[in-house]
Structure formats: structure tokens, C-alpha cells
């Protein structure tokens, strides 16, 4: 009978541990698809690489290599941008893909490459997340358009 009891107290708590892992790993999953937003949308590039895939990273400097004097002057007179998950998909646990839906508020966007930024009271914005090598990255084909 002890050893029963043993049992059942084995199989929960590898159940128990099975959830609380996939929760953390959602949750990882929304803490970098957050910080990448945050430091995106604020034009803090080098800090968003760091929650980038390698691949996606020529995106990025693109648009670092195109900001302007008066792309700085803007931004330093606005507010910060803000960044919240709406929604992450993740269609099953074991799986390395995830796509967040971000919206984002108050941030400074261009127009086209060269052109004159303008600041953008919100937007939604899906970026795809990959599980590499024990971690979520951002991994992007393209740069970010909003669906509003």
C-alpha cells in the first residue's frame, strides 16, 4: 500500500512539473517577445538584438543605419513607447514556434527608408518566436507592419 501511495505521489508531481514547465516556457516565451518589442518600437536596436535570431538582425540594422538627426530630436521629445502581449500562440507545448500578437502605443515610425517618422498612437504587431538552443528568439523575414 506505501508503495502505491509512492506511486501516486511520483505521477503528480511529473504531471504537476510537466504544466508548471510549459508555463514557464510560454512565459519565457512573452518576457522576450516583450523586451524585443519594448526596445524595438524605442528605437533601442542594440538591445533588441540581443533577443533577435542571428538571421534576423540585418533588419535591424537597416533601420539603425538609417535613423536621422531628426529621428533623435523626436525621439527625445516624445514618451517612451509601450509594448503589451495580447495574445501567444503557441499550438502545442513541444513545439519551437510561437507567434505574439504586441500592441503597441505612442511610437515613432517611418514612413518609408529616408523619410520623415511620425508618431503613431498604437498598432498590433505579430512577430514569430523559435526555441533555440534553450531560449525564444525574435526571428524576422522582414520588418514589422502593423495590422491597424
Known amino acids: 500500500m506505501k ?3 509512492g506511486i501516486l505521489i511520483v505521477a503528480t508531481m511529473l504531471v504537476g512539473g510537466c504544466s508548471v514547465s510549459d508555463e514557464r516556457t510560454k512565459g519565457d516565451a512573452e518576457v522576450v517577445a ?3 518589442a519594448r526596445h524595438f518600437f524605442n528605437w ?3 538591445e533588441a538584438m540581443e533577443n533577435c535570431a542571428p538571421e534576423s538582425e540585418k533588419w535591424i540594422r537597416l533601420l539603425a543605419s538609417n535613423v536621422s538627426e531628426s529621428d ?3 525621439l527625445r521629445e516624445g514618451d517612451e513607447a509601450t509594448v503589451s502581449i495580447e495574445h501567444l500562440d503557441l499550438a502545442d507545448m513541444t513545439d519551437s514556434v510561437a507567434v505574439a500578437s504586441v500592441e503597441v502605443r505612442d511610437f515613432l515610425v517611418r514612413d518609408s527608408i529616408g523619410g520623415q517618422s ?3 498612437d498604437e498598432g498590433t504587431f ?4 523559435v526555441h533555440r ?3 525564444w528568439l525574435v526571428k524576422m523575414e522582414g ?3 502593423s495590422e491597424k
Open 143 to 145: 520588418l514589422p507592419q
Open 126 to 129: 505579430h512577430f514569430v518566436l
Open 44 to 46: 533601442q536596436y542594440e
Open 118 to 120: 511620425e508618431w503613431v
Open 34 to 36: 516583450t523586451d524585443f
Open 72 to 74: 533623435v530630436k523626436m
Open 133 to 135: 538552443d534553450g531560449r
Open 3 to 5: 508503495k502505491l501511495y
